[in-house]
């Protein structure tokens, strides 16, 4: 059975750093696409950043030059490195599998980690 479990979220100040981990068990690791999605107040759930098997990213406008994805293969664990964070990067952040490349279509989730960033 695919887990996905969270961790590193938190409060912080605008301009402080925060790693997200994932650590993923049941055999998803090795293959398809991971990516950390989140999901603001009143607002649609929307990809942050994915990072293929092979290890090509895509990262959202909204985050490139702040935020990193990246991934241990050997320890089944994604992160996501967040640095220079803004009010507006408060959200729930998953992280979520799919069984292909495809980065939209997330076939396992795991239950989320707050982060909140305050001004």
């Known amino acids: 059975q695919v887990q996905l479990v969270e961790s590193g979220g938190g409060l912080v100040q605008a301009g402080g750093s925060l790693r997200l981990s994932c650590s993923a068990s049941?055999?998803?690791?090795?293959?398809?696409?991971m990516t950390w999605y989140r999901q603001a107040p009143g607002k649609e759930c929307e990809l942050v950043a994915g990072i293929s098997r092979g290890g090509g990213t895509v990262l959202a406008d909204s985050v490139k030059g702040r935020f990193t994805i990246f991934r241990d293969n050997a320890k089944n664990t994604l992160y996501l490195q967040m640095n220079s964070l803004k009010p507006e990067d408060t959200a729930m952040y998953y992280c979520?599998?799919?069984?292909?490349?495809?980065?939209?279509?997330?076939?396992?989730w795991g239950k989320g980690t707050l982060v909140t960033v305050t001004s």
């Open positions: 049941g055999g998803i690791f090795i293959t398809g696409a």
């Open positions: 979520a599998a799919s069984k292909s490349r495809n980065y939209y279509a997330m076939d396992y």
